[in-house]
């Protein structure tokens, strides 16, 4: 099974940026889609972004698109979500994981903060 590690989180003000990163290891990390999600403390998971396996399709949600970029390097090893003009409504853990045709991957990692000042 493929094991994500995500990182990068932090505290920033309103307008600032953060990239966070998610390695991941298994033996086929890379053929899979990939996403984050972020839960906020008392609210629901929320959906942010996917990109398919060979990076050349994205999707984001409706609140973070235009100031979020996923991406994934080379390798495939590592996806990013790059957080721009950042708003205290962004505050929130954040998770990446494995996106198959059913749903997310059965394994979360630990995931990392986001808190944004206003």
């Known amino acids: 099974q493929v094991q994500l590690v995500e990182s990068g989180g932090g505290l920033v003000q309103a307008g600032g940026s953060l990239r966070l990163s998610c390695a991941a290891s298994?033996?086929?990390?890379?053929?899979?889609?990939m996403g984050w999600v972020r839960q906020a403390p008392g609210k629901e998971r929320e959906f942010v972004a996917a990109?398919?396996?060979?990076?050349?399709?994205?999707y984001y949600a409706d609140s973070v698109k235009g100031r979020f970029t996923i991406s994934r390097d080379n390798a495939k090893s590592t996806v990013y979500l790059q957080m721009n003009s950042l708003k205290p409504e962004d505050t929130a853990a954040y998770y990446c994981?494995?996106?198959?045709?059913?749903?997310?991957?059965?394994?979360w990692g630990q995931g990392t903060q986001v808190t944004v000042s206003s």
């Open positions: 298994g033996r086929t990390s890379s053929s899979y889609a």
């Open positions: 994981n494995a996106l198959g045709p059913t749903g997310w991957g059965h394994h």
């Open positions: 990109i398919s396996s060979s990076g050349g399709s994205t």
